[in-house]
């Protein structure tokens, strides 16, 4: 393994999750009224409709999938399921659900590029996200095919065992990558950069998304009618 292997590898995904919670909590305290999504609904519904839902459909059960099957030890579930089978579990489900994403990012994308009002509103952060989602859709299922070289599991232990190390400050996550594609490599340098511009783009609404399950657990509110304060006979002539 070479420097840059060990930088981009080793030392830039905690600089990415670093400017990812950092910069999302400074952009909240400071720049709340850019908090959102920047809908472009009203200037064009139709496509938007297909595109954010087959996008939104794909990307959170990838984002939910990886995060499950890369950080959870390989122990917790060798009981129940191979290294194998739960790769080739991952291979469908991620293939099915990483197409449903492709294809409506490239909706989205299409949308922003060729629809003159929608490309005026739109900001240089905007089209640039969105061709970075693509191009990582795309490595993404590239790393299907490469996959099926190995339905052993051995590699995908190994990019597991990566994640679990960095996440748990532990040495000799970089050496588990030499024999890794440099499609699975650019795919995980992609999405670890996503994660650094994470705070400078409207994907911060995610935020937003995740805050709202506060209200599960929040206490009723107590609304009082106004009635209780007025006097039998006010409450009488309104009555008439």
């Known amino acids: 393994m070479n420097g840059l292997d060990h930088f981009l590898f080793g030392i830039y995904p905690y600089i990415a999750l670093s400017v990812f919670l950092l910069g999302s909590l400074i952009r909240f305290d400071r720049d709340q009224y850019s908090w959102k999504s920047d809908s472009s609904q009203l200037l064009r519904a139709g496509q938007l409709r297909w595109g954010s839902n087959l996008f939104h459909l794909g990307v959170l059960f990838l984002f939910f999938g990886h995060s499950v099957g890369m950080l959870t030890p ?3 579930y060798e009981r129940f399921i191979s290294a194998g ?5 991952a291979m469908v489900s991620g293939g099915v659900f990483g197409v449903l994403g492709f294809i409506g990012v490239t909706i989205l994308l299409h949308r922003r590029l060729v ?3 929608i490309r005026a509103t739109s900001k240089t952060t905007d089209i640039v996200l969105l061709a970075l989602l693509w191009l990582q859709f795309a490595l993404g299922l590239g790393t299907i095919p490469l996959s099926a070289q190995h339905l052993d599991g051995g590699m995908m232990l190994k990019l597991a065992e990566w994640a679990q190390r960095i996440v748990t400050f532990r040495g000799g996550a970089v050496e588990l ?51 209780l304060g007025m006097s039998p006979r006010a409450s009488a002539s309104r009555r008439g």
């Not at 089978?85 to 579990?89: A, G, S, T």
């Not at 499609?183 to 995740?210: A, D, E, N, Q, Y």
């Open 177 to 227: 990558l030499e024999e890794a594609s440099w499609v699975f490599k650019t795919h995980m340098f992609l999405g670890m950069s996503i994660f650094f511009i994470f705070p400078f783009t409207r994907l911060v609404h995610v935020w937003s998304g995740f805050g709202t399950l506060a209200y599960v657990v929040r206490p009723y509110q107590l609304v009082r009618s106004r009635r």
């Open 115 to 117: 629809d003159e009002r």
């Open 74 to 76: 390989h122990f917790l």
């Open 85 to 89: 089978d739960k790769q080739l579990m």
